[in-house]
């Protein structure tokens, strides 16, 4: 369960955290830590921070976006000091976070992403999310390093995981009652955009339309079987459109 439990970490900046970060990792039993561009690695500093940590920095794997380190994910959980706009679901108690991730990590990748030391996660970032958490902090500094909030939403996996009622996590749902992979949901997303500008529900790409609707379907939590029924649904409208409207 807990190797299904991937960090994620988009453009760290400074190795140290990277470092400190696989520590924390490792220390609540989690040891897949994906880099997305990060400035410097592998570094001097990342291992000297990581500690007894540094099998979980040698067997990490950098990519080149966060669309790239999630698109097998199930769930995607961006963690955030900072409520956006985005209308997201959002965790506000981290342990209502960990259990959901525990339970789809039963069955599936699952992903707990963090931003950049500056400037956390841009908002097409967040747009790779299925949902959001806050670690709830000093309304006044409620900001935590990198690697400290790591260690927080890891301690809270692995509580959830140690308290977990093994009788429940046995049963294996069908494959067709688990969530989608994101890739299949940006499909589907895909899918949908075309079809409203193809039918001219609107003239062009229309992102706050589009993202209204992608935040409505991901409140949803639709399975994978409600979601191909929706693609067939698309489908069968698609057909029916003139011949010069059809992409
Ligand atoms: N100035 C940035 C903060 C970045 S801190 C911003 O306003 O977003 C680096 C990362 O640590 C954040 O992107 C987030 O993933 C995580 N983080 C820091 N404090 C957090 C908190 N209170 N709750 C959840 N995540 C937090």
């Not at 807990?2 to 760290?12: A, K, M």
């Not at 080149?64 to 679901?89: F, H, I, K, T, Y």
């Not at 390093?145 to 009788?167: G, M, P, T």
């Amino acid at each position: 369960m807990l190797s299904n439990i991937r960090i994620v970490l988009v453009q760290t900046f400074h190795p140290g955290n990277i470092g400190a970060a696989a520590r924390a990792m490792k220390t609540m039993g989690l040891t897949e830590l994906v880099l997305v561009n990060p400035r410097a690695f592998p570094d001097e500093e990342a291992t000297r921070l990581a500690a007894g940590a540094v099998d979980v920095l040698e067997n990490a794997r950098c990519v080149n976006s966060l669309e790239e380190a999630v698109s097998d994910c199930v769930q995607v959980v961006g963690a955030s000091a900072r409520l956006r706009s985005l209308p997201l679901p959002h965790f506000d108690e981290p342990d209502d976070m960990a259990q959901q991730v525990i339970q789809n990590a039963v069955q599936a990748p699952v992903a707990l992403v963090f931003g950049r030391e500056r400037s956390g996660l841009t908002n097409d970032e967040i747009r790779c999310c299925t949902h959001q958490v806050s670690i709830p902090a000093n309304p006044e500094y409620g900001i935590l390093n990198l690697s400290q909030a790591v260690q927080i939403l890891a301690y809270e996996v692995h509580r959830a995981w140690r308290k977990r009622d093994d009788n429940h996590f046995m049963y294996q749902r069908p494959l067709e009652a688990t969530p989608p992979s994101r890739d299949q949901f940006v499909h589907f997303q895909d899918h949908l955009g075309r079809l409203m500008q193809q039918s001219g529900f609107i003239t062009q790409p229309h992102a706050r339309t589009e993202e209204q609707l992608q935040a409505l379907f991901s409140r949803a939590q639709p399975s994978r079987k409600e979601l191909s029924l929706l693609r067939g649904l698309l489908s069968a409208f698609e057909s029916h459109l003139p011949d010069s409207r059809k992409g």
